[in-house]
């Protein structure tokens, strides 16, 4: 059991170091969200290699550490999908929240508010706390209770007043948090040996990263666009007004100005061939060629690049 714990702390760092070497635009609460993820699950695996009561309550500690933070970055993640604002001083007030969430639970063993009981018993070589839940332990409920209406609540109200674009987010967006309110409920019912959470935490944070990824793409597509249609792109007039914002333009020659015209319609290359009378090879070698001469790799930069110019 322990080796599947370290494994599943190991899992969570390859996941941030995913995110990080392939998704160009960070997030700062997903970032947040990694780190929570992977404190949690390195409690998990501290616990399962502890030799003593001590060492096992530490790693439990930790676990609750990164238990703790880990709704507020998802509720702040959640927030940013769905578009909801948040002022500073409720920022300020649900981390005031947590860090006494934090503290509370880090009682355990020290008093008996949080656990009225607690040893350690080693199942094949792996410990395991064994616990009875003092009152405060109500606490942790209602905090988790709180965190996850929030997210419904604001994820609902997002979709009524269609702040996510697409019906697909949204429905990715409530599996998250579902996914997780799921997991929870069953341990508390059943008692089980392995902390599913564990793996919950991985499959949520994958889910979010699936997520953002699926939403940056949508909004670029937007973004080209609202480009095309408000600034008429494809007529020659606004590709002389290109060439006057961007100097690099100059270099185009007249075939290539009539591709660019084209690719500003969002053509794709068979239609520009038909529409010039040439082959679609010489229109991806015109392509190639402007965007060189541009210093753009795609047609989703050379929208960008042009919105912040024009």
Known sequence: MSFLYGGIAILAILVACGYFIFVKKKETWLICLFF???????????????????????????????????????LFAVMKVCKADCSKKVMFLLGFVTLCMVIITATQGITDLYYKEVSVEFVHGTAKLIKVYGP???????????????????????????????GKHAILLLMVVFLNILIWLVEQIISWEFEFLAVSYIVSELLLVVLYGMMQDYENLKQQSMLIGRHGLGHQWDVERIKKAWPEAEYL???ETEVLAKILEDKKRKEIAEELFISENTVKKHTSSIFTKLGVSSRTELFEKMQSRL
């Open 253 to 255: 020659s007249a075939r």
């Open 136 to 166: 405060l332990h109500t606490v942790y409920y209602c905090y988790l209770f709180i965190y996850f209406a929030l997210m419904f609540g604001i994820g609902g109200v997002s979709i009524a007043r269609k702040k996510i674009d697409s």
């Open 36 to 74: 929570s993820v992977f404190v949690a699950d390195f409690g998990y695996f501290f616990i399962s290699v502890s030799k003593n009561l001590q060492q096992a309550l530490m790693g439990n500690r930790l676990a609750y550490l990164g238990c703790a933070f880990l709704p507020l970055f998802m």
